[in-house]
């Protein structure tokens, strides 16, 4: 069931600022419904679950993408979000991959550091893609409380799978909470990617950020072709990921 786009509580003069400015990065899963976040949830246990069962039966890796709306498919069919389509991608290139959508709308960088562990729990990783950030730089949330959460994210990772490989989406936001802050949630990613010693896709949404005609009737979330994109940005790190993972 195609999920229903809800704005009920977003400016509309915030959202002409973020197109004008070229970054329509933020409100990720602004108004989203309860019901939508529980279905979430569910479908990303189940789909745990069943990669769970299947890696009791043979080798097949997993990759877990866990993050916001983005990575849901907010407003799209589930087969027309991002990690969908990496799946189809292995899948042509005959790789033994299983994609877990752990995606959750509305998540902030405190919520994801939170459930991280409840879905660790259900599966090994091999390859973790995080997600996470826009909607803190939404919230003008400190930028020192969104590296602290992301690097918790990255150790319980490294701690529960030390072979894993780990992948950071980065993402920028527009100067409305003032050029200073703009500049330091930038700069958080890649000083965390190498610090932590992780590989960094420098913005998830470059070549969609901005573009009408990529981006749904929010001018937020990307369309089914924004989408594409978002996935090939991905794919680019993702592939190296794979290539260093022995019998890939």
């Not at 970054?23 to 949830?41: R, Y």
């Not at 890696?55 to 993050?67: A, E, H, N, S």
């Not at 090939?232 to 890939?248: D, H």
């Amino acid at each position: 069931m195609k999920t229903i786009n809800r704005l009920n509580y977003c400016n509309n003069k915030l959202l002409a600022f973020l197109l004008s400015t070229g970054f329509a990065v933020l409100l990720l899963g602004c108004g989203s419904s309860e019901q939508e976040n529980k279905q979430q949830t569910t479908a990303a246990s189940e789909s745990a679950d069943e990669v769970a069962e299947e890696r009791q039966d043979d080798d097949q890796k997993v990759i877990l993408i866990f993050g916001n709306s983005l990575t849901a498919g907010y407003g799209l069919e589930p087969e027309e979000a991002y990690p969908a389509l990496i799946q189809d991608k292995l899948d042509s290139l005959d790789l033994d991959y299983k994609v877990v959508n752990a995606g959750l709308s509305g998540e902030t960088t405190a919520s994801g550091n939170s459930r991280l562990e409840w879905v660790l729990e259900r599966q090994p990783v091999d390859i973790f893609v995080l997600e996470l950030g826009a909607n803190d730089g939404l919230r003008g949330i400190a930028t020192e409380e969104t590296n602290r959460n992301l690097r918790s994210m990255v150790r319980q990772v490294k701690e529960a799978n030390p072979d894993a490989k780990i992948i950071l989406a980065g993402m920028m936001v527009p100067p409305n909470m003032g050029p200073e802050y703009a500049a330091k949630f930038k700069e958080l990613y890649p000083a965390i990617a190498e610090e932590e010693d992780i590989m960094l896709i420098p913005f998830l949404l470059q070549d969609v950020a901005g573009e009408e005609d990529l981006n749904q009737g929010d001018g937020i979330h990307p369309t089914a072709e924004g989408q594409k994109i978002v996935a090939n940005n991905v794919w680019q790190l993702l592939q190296k990921a794979i290539e260093e993972i022995p019998n890939s």
